[in-house]
């Protein structure tokens, strides 16, 4: 017979079907026993009177299992339908003790974060956690989606480099052959490489790595980027009305395709208007106003003035997102193009989610002359970005673009405490394993 | 204006528009002269009667325009449309000499593949190399679509990893700050954990990573892999029936929406129908009888031999695909399950297409002791995969999976010299740049 899903069940009352899946759960209510089966599509309950038959009483938790059986509706259970179980059979048994109980919620469960992530597998067969990654899919697959449905190619950039984005700070060495070579921090040259080369409007989900030593509940060392540049820009709002929109389909997307795991972890989304921005100098002015920060020399902003440029944005514009725009020249790498009427700040911006930063972007410099000269201007030299500089000998279109951090993203969608809980297999200063 | 693509221009004739893009060539042919402008959706012919009023002999190719003029009906042109020229504005000039004539067909043009690489970005603005990587795209989300629908989940796992897949052979040294780290040969023991993790079937698009010494036209060493694991599976075909399944999908689609590139590469897509498939032992009668090749101690398939079974399936199956099954164990990691009937041999395959093995796969060990046991039986430490093995312990279905290489799949069905070439920027023995 044929393997019957358990997300299928409500269609197959009356039916006689078989169900493959591990041992979530058995209990005894009175004279009635029941199984919980788990599969990758979610849980259903057997019962049977006759509990002594199958030897419930000797079936181990997190066993993989067959059940025949006939499909019944049962409104008290989950999708409103149960199987009357009518045989059973032991396919894989555990061979050891399991680390914790699997089947308990989040919150009952209370497990230390490096717990949950040495067992990161057996972790995942919670319907809480296992849930955060359905959604993270489907964050990534809109991300991907709505950019093909604009006009973007996907395209696919090489994470080993010869020499880094932003001149050699928090690389990762790797011995190449005889060479030495670095991870990428981010495909930023290359998807301004690929704008120049005719392709005007490209995107890419990838990893990237960043050497940085402290360890907070915002970083981790190893993080999936999802990247756009887009070529015959007017101005970087041209960016950030595409990241706008974008998010307005996400939340639909979620809404629709992943309404059972947000309703598992109890996430709420959040609504997606025209998002507020704020001048970077507007930002400071109001951190010092309204939340009196010291904000002379202020150049970036720290975690706390995040969370307070998001406080600022739910009390005046009743928003969950910001875009902080005009960053200062100072924090800005050499490839950000300046606003030519204030040139102190930049067309580089920040977008901010119920507190933190999620995506950074800008309109970058597309003329070869005034690239070279900001390079020599940083304190770098031109020649070890010859690979990176050529294309734009040949005419490059003004272009702009961003990145989202798919970890943040979906952290800050679901609430989680630390982000890495929204990476499957994290890479911190001291996690190398599983 | 809103600026037009040249792709919409069959539906604006008569209509006033605005094009931007890049000039392509410019030609005069008796009174007429022609700029032909290309944008990342295609060329399109302007013409004008006053070649002097534009000064077109003066704009330098590969110069970024914008053209203001009316559509008209021109059977000769590309999709029978072309533009009446009516305002010109030259927007960025090229600072420096193009390093080849990008404008001409990649058989004229007679590049070395070096000279293709070192200006990757300008190369692509060749529409015949740009359009390698639009096909790309859509192998691409093609293998991803199409196991979504069958239920398989999108998943992104570490490539920073402690230890390798195959025991520590061809693998890149990372620093990874006071830790010695390696770039990951593969996604196999996240995609296995994975599946046990009670996910059942994931996928993965990434990037992996082989130290191998070997510079051949068929070898990268950072390729990107698209990797399928599934559980509940009754055999390794399975495995095999989903991928030829996945490969009819993928020819309708290339069909359908990349028709322009394959016809521009001139490139002819394969039949798929049910591929045939050869057990090793017969692969290797084969090659004796039939090839004259000596197969004695034959235990893999070389380059001569993969091309020698693919013309012998064009002969006999009349298939440019073929299944080679049942790999000997000696040849096989660790993992791999081996036929019960039969020992000396794995339920492990490979699939060649057109002359080279693009794929790999197998039915792998599940039960955690027979696990434990083959790891030593290869002389390695059981410890040495602790992160691994711990899943096996709390029950994993029968599971089987392969790995397909984007870009020879991309270089077979395009009909590529080199996978280099399939590579927007290939890493290889000596090549770190671009």
């Known amino acids: ?155 696919h950039t090489s994470k080993i480099i010869a020499a880094g984005t932003e001149g050699g700070t928090a690389l990762f060495p790797i011995q190449y052959f005889e060479q030495k070579a670095y991870l990428a921090q981010s495909p930023q040259f290359y998807k301004q490489m690929l704008v120049g080369a005719g392709y005007e409007r490209v995107f890419e989900v990838g990893f990237v790595y960043r050497a940085e030593d402290h360890a907070t509940s915002r970083h981790i060392n190893e993080y999936l980027s999802l990247d756009y540049e887009m070529g015959f820009i007017q101005s970087f709002r041209d960016v950030t009305r595409l990241e706008n929109q974008l998010l307005k389909v996400m939340v639909e997307k979620l809404k629709n395709n992943c309404a059972a795991e947000l309703e598992i972890l109890g996430a709420r989304l959040p609504e997606v208007g025209e998002i507020p921005e704020l001048h970077f100098r507007d930002a400071r002015a109001i951190l010092k106003k309204d939340y009196g920060r010291n904000t002379e020399g202020m150049i970036d902003l720290d975690p706390e003035a995040e969370r307070q440029l998001c406080d600022y944005a739910g009390k005046v514009y009743n928003s969950e997102f910001i875009f902080i725009t005009h960053y200062p020249r100072k924090t800005r790498p050499f490839y950000t193009m300046w606003d030519p009427d204030d040139p102190e700040y930049t067309f580089g911006f920040d977008l901010l989610f119920r507190g933190l930063e999620v995506t950074t972007g800008s309109q970058r410099i597309h003329d070869y002359n005034m690239l070279v000269e900001n390079i020599r201007r940083f304190g770098l030299q031109p020649e070890n970005y010859d690979f990176y500089l050529e294309i734009f000998k040949y005419a490059v279109p003004p272009h702009g673009g961003l990145a989202i951090g798919a970890e943040r993203l979906t952290q800050q969608f679901l609430g989680l405490a630390n982000v890495r809980e929204a990476s499957l297999f994290p890479r911190d200063r001291f996690r190398l394993t599983p």
């Open 1 to 155: 017979m044929e393997r019957t899903l358990t997300a299928q069940l409500p269609q197959r009352v009356g039916e006689r079907v078989r169900l493959l899946g591990w041992v979530h759960h058995i209990r005894q209510l009175g004279s009635i026993s029941f199984l919980l089966l788990r599969d990758r599509t979610g849980l259903c309950q057997a019962v049977t009177a006759e509990p002594e038959r199958f030897k419930l009483n000797q079936i181990q938790r997190e066993s993989i299992v067959e059940l025949l059986g006939r499909v019944k509706p049962e409104p008290q259970a989950r999708q409103g339908v149960e199987l009357e179980l009518e045989e059973l059979k032991i396919l894989i048994t555990p061979v050891a003790p399991l680390p914790f109980e699997v089947n308990r919620s989040r919150k009952k469960l209370n497990l230390k974060l490096d717990m949950l992530l040495d067992h990161r597998a057996f972790s995942l067969r919670n319907p809480e956690f296992g849930a955060v990654f359905r959604v993270q899919a489907e964050i990534v697959n809109t991300f991907r989606e709505f950019l093909r449905q604009a006009g973007f190619l996907e395209v």
